[in-house]
């Protein structure tokens, strides 16, 4: 199973200032196939980024998605009100077919 | 517009079967796999498993294999997940999600709207 571990776990943060969320494999995952979620309480959640680096459609450009191998990460350049939420990376390969990372908070500091 | 609509919340004791629904539609639904995600209270999410309506072939994952049925009936548009015996650690939101795969890339780009099972005695 390729384990996805996210980093942190919680990020306080005021509107405005930059995010920077981790994901880290537990083994080589092809870009292709490395996604980013969001979700708000209450809700489903959202497809941000796909392809490590690809913004869905009507994904503003203050997110973006970078990193290949075992690293990734997803960065917020400045965040809007409605962007604290729970983030989550996903990948494909292995069995478990698809598998999500334990999910950030990103909290309104 | 692409829209997954899920049936509604239920509750159910321990023990007892229970079938879900995902209704597809705004595109041709046996052209997309639809997967199963669960997502315990306060925690992430997991994927179960996953249909092609085209010909109701399914993979799961090994966490959820033999504990779970996924079916889909392609007449209807709709992807369904059954449990024969509910535990009250079943107790979760489960999320149905259309599979976009282009052959490179894919991803789950329409989600439903969540259903929200609740096992308890």
């Known amino acids: 199973e390729i384990v996805l571990t996210q980093s942190p776990g919680t990020l306080s943060l005021s509107p405005g200032e930059r995010a920077t969320l981790s994901c880290r494999a537990s083994?080589?995952?092809?870009?292709?196939?490395l996604a980013w979620y969001q979700q708000k309480p209450g809700q489903a959640p959202r497809l941000l980024i796909y392809g490590a680096s690809s913004r869905a459609t009507g994904i503003p450009d203050r997110f973006s998605g970078s990193g290949s191998g075992t690293d990734f990460t997803l960065a917020i350049s400045r965040l809007e009100p409605e962007d604290f939420a729970v983030y989550y990376c996903?990948?494909?390969?292995?069995?478990?077919?698809?598998?999500f990372g334990q999910g950030t908070k990103v909290e309104i500091k | 517009e692409v829209q997954l609509v899920q049936s509604g919340a239920e509750v159910k004791k321990p023990g007892e079967s229970l079938r879900i629904s995902c209704k597809g539609s705004?595109?041709?639904?046996?052209?997309?796999?639809i997967s199963w995600v669960r997502q315990m209270p306060g925690k992430g999410l997991e994927w179960m498993g996953r249909i092609d309506p085209s010909d109701s072939h399914t993979n799961y994952s090994p966490s959820f294999q033999g504990h779970v049925t996924i079916s889909a009936d392609k007449s209807i548009s709709t992807a369904y997940l059954q449990w024969s015996s509910l535990k009250a650690s079943d107790t979760a939101m489960y999320y149905c999600?259309?599979?976009?795969?282009?052959?490179?890339?894919?991803?789950?780009?329409?989600w439903g709207q969540g259903t929200l099972v609740t096992v308890s005695s």
């Open positions: 996903q990948q494909y390969g292995g069995s478990p077919l698809w598998t």
């Open positions: 705004g595109y041709n639904f046996t052209n997309y796999w």
């Open positions: 083994q080589s995952v092809s870009s292709s196939y």
């Open positions: 999600a259309r599979l976009f795969w282009n052959g490179f890339q894919n991803y789950f780009d329409y």
